[in-house]
């Protein structure tokens, strides 16, 4: 069965520190790859999307970055966090059917 | 996307079966229904979709009318780990439908 991993599942940085959020996920090939962010109580911003390696739509302009260096492997990353960067940024992968499969998910402070 | 309609709130007791509707009125006939879940501080869940027919997986049961106007979910034996917002979404399904935007959902509530 396919199974999707995040780590860290919580990170408190500060502000103008650089960023690197890691999501793997295993048991498929080829997926279609997301990362989201959810203010709190907010609802999902879609930052970046993925349709194979190397392969990066940025839906909303930002200080944030995504990269894509492996099939199973998708990086969000920022060279300077802003306060605004905090949330729960959340990675996931696409279904045949285009339903989402989401990780655990990372909380992310910035101070 | 069509919009959806869902109740704000629901109790359920735990043990019973959970019905939650949803209306989708303006749905198109390449659109499909989806259902997804959050619990308090997890990501969100994917449950079950369908076009048509009902459906039914390891979670829950997906029943849609035939005019497929409305919906139902039903979690047959609700525990207290169902407790959750359910959002119920009307989407086509393709590669262009990128971003899944969830509407205000139905906060579940198993009750001992």
């Known amino acids: 069965s396919q199974t999707i991993h995040q780590w860290p599942a919580t990170l408190v940085q500060p502000v103008g520190s650089p960023l690197s959020l890691e999501c793997t996920v295993e048991?498929?090939?080829?997926?279609?790859l997301y990362w989201y962010r959810q203010a709190a109580g907010r609802g999902l911003q879609l930052l970046f999307y993925?349709?194979?390696?190397?392969?990066i739509s940025s839906e909303v302009p930002q200080n944030l970055s995504a990269s894509r260096p492996q099939d199973r492997q998708f990086i969000l990353s920022s060279k300077k966090l802003l306060l605004s960067d905090s949330g729960f940024y959340l990675c996931?992968?696409?279904?045949?059917?285009?339903?989402?499969?989401f990780g655990p998910g990372t909380r992310l402070t910035v101070t | 996307d069509a919009k959806t309609t869902q109740p704000t709130s629901m109790d359920c007791a735990e043990g019973r079966a959970a019905n939650l509707p949803c209306n989708h009125s303006?749905?198109?006939?390449?659109?499909?229904v989806y259902w997804y879940r959050q619990i308090h501080s997890q990501g969100p869940q994917y449950i079950i979709h369908?076009?048509?027919n009902n459906e039914t997986n390891e979670m829950a049961s997906l029943i849609i009318t035939e005019d497929r106007k409305s919906s139902t979910l039903i979690l047959p034996h609700a525990t207290l780990r169902d407790t959750a917002v359910y959002y119920c979404?009307?989407?086509?399904?393709?590669?262009?439908?990128?971003?899944?935007?969830f509407g205000s959902g139905t906060q579940l509530t198993v009750l001992p």
């Open positions: 996931a992968w696409g279904g045949r059917s285009y339903e989402q499969y």
């Open positions: 048991g498929t090939s080829n997926p279609n």
């Open positions: 993925s349709v194979g390696i190397g392969q």
């Open positions: 303006t749905i198109s006939g390449n659109e499909y």
């Open positions: 369908g076009l048509k």
């Open positions: 979404i009307v989407r086509v399904a393709t590669r262009s439908a990128r971003q899944l935007t």
